[in-house]
């Protein structure tokens, strides 16, 4: 029988009820679940034509389908924890990843574009109520001195999925088809379930005051100096960074003329460069933060602006990719770290708000780059990322003003 961890009592410190709580098969299958919750999540933008082609709809309003799964995400993140009440924590955890599998499950075998949407819809109510959830159920799982290395382990399989999903949703799409690239979801999702299942503690939920005002709450944060700004700036770095990458397939295919194979290849060059970029992100923080918070978004929008002049060079495309991999994987990364800066004491609450955040923009950014793509061609949609990025960098310098001690 799997133990019983309780849930800290307010105000309490959490080392004395976690030091001999340890669970590092816990920690793992959430990296498991992370993994295929990224890989479910973004599926679709390595799948964008044949799914548009297949559905009978346009590259734009398939790519909605990351839009609403963002959308219901930021609902999510925001009321989860109320709504879900004293339900046990793994109990829950264990439903959302159930989830996962029956949307991939109904996105496989959707007959039409609605109920594609259903299950991107629903996908995106697992992400929201996992990502809430994996910083407090990581801390209830180790001692406090293994805590950073659990959240960078659970971490690990976000990374890992950024690397292989995209690239194997190609190579998948090529092999099997796009519905049996999502139904390959399905027994992922069943292995990260019965891992939890049996690795996870019992984990109660701990005691709040009762009623849907605690929901609200977190949104006092953006009173803090130079939060509003910050949420903001890194608002737009994601609106810009999906309002591209969402619709880079066609780009691809239409203007550089490279099919199949070769998607799955410049693709697996993105993720590799965004793995490297993530290993290498935390020095460069620790050198130069807001620095280096600032330019990663000016190169985004030059890699952005440069697609477009070189659009039908093969070779200068996959390199200038493989930029835009490096800097757009890492870059949520030093945004993370930001948020541990700005709430040292209210990671968690700082954390849920920035979550919302997230998802929303993912939401805004691959909405307006669908309608652009569809009504102005691939041009427009680059622009708007560009602008979207250069906004971005330079709100990131006024957050650096607002910030004390900011290097």
């Keep these: 029988m799997n133990p019983v961890i309780d849930a800290p009592s307010r105000g309490a410190t959490l080392n004395a009820t976690r030091e001999d709580a340890t669970s590092w098969s816990g920690v793992f299958a959430l990296a498991v679940c992370a993994f295929a919750l990224i890989a479910s999540e973004f599926l679709p933008v390595s799948l964008l034509t044949p799914m548009s082609d297949d559905l009978h709809v346009t ?20 009321f989860i924890s109320t709504l879900a009440g004293s339900l046990n924590r793994k109990t829950l955890l264990l439903s959302l990843t159930l989830a996962m599998g029956i949307s991939g499950a ?18 995106g109510v697992v992400v929201g109520g ?14 406090a001195r293994d805590v950073a290395r659990a959240m960078a382990i659970v971490n690990g ?12 949703g190609a190579y998948l799409g090529m092999v099997v088809g796009w519905r049996g690239a999502f139904l390959c979801l399905v027994p992922m999702s069943l292995v990260a379930l019965a891992w939890q299942w049996k690795a996870l503690p019992s984990m ?12 609200f709450k977190v949104f006092t944060l953006f009173g803090r100096p130079g ?44 993720g590799v460069a965004g793995f490297v970029g993530t290993l290498l992100i935390d020095r460069v923080l620790q050198r130069s933060f807001y620095q280096t918070l600032i330019v990663i978004p000016v190169l985004m929008a030059g890699t952005a602006l440069a697609l477009m002049s070189f659009g039908s060079w093969t070779s200068v495309v996959v390199a200038l990719l493989g930029l835009w991999g490096l800097t757009s994987t890492s870059a949520p990364v030093g945004w993370w770290a ?33 309608l652009l793509f569809d009504h102005s061609g691939y041009r427009s949609t680059f622009i708007a990322s560009a602008v979207l990025l250069l906004i971005c960098a330079g709100l990131t310098v006024v957050t650096a003003r607002q910030s004390p001690g900011h290097g």
């Design 59 to 78: 590259e734009g309003m398939t790519g909605q389908g990351i839009a609403i799964s963002g959308a219901c995400a930021v609902l999510t993140s925001l």
């Design 106 to 123: 109904i996105v496989a075998l959707s007959p039409n574009y609605f109920t594609y949407m259903v299950g991107r819809a629903l996908i």
């Design 130 to 143: 996992f990502w809430s959830m994996s910083a407090a159920t990581a801390i209830r799982l180790v001692p």
């Design 157 to 168: 399989g976000n990374a890992l999925a950024t690397v292989v999903a995209a690239p194997m």
């Design 204 to 215: 109660p939920a701990a005691a709040r005051v009762p009623g849907l005002g605690n929901a």
């Design 227 to 270: 939060v509003a700004v910050g949420m903001l700036a890194g608002s737009l770095l994601f609106m810009g960074q999906f309002g591209l990458f969402t619709y880079i397939r066609p780009f691809l295919e239409t203007v550089t003329h490279v099919h199949a194979t070769s998607i799955f290849l410049i693709l697996l060059v993105i």
């Design 338 to 370: 930001w948020i541990a800066k700005v709430f040292p004491a209210d990671a968690e609450a700082g954390g849920g708000l920035f979550v919302a955040v997230v998802q929303m923009s993912i939401a805004l950014g691959s909405t307006v780059g669908g």
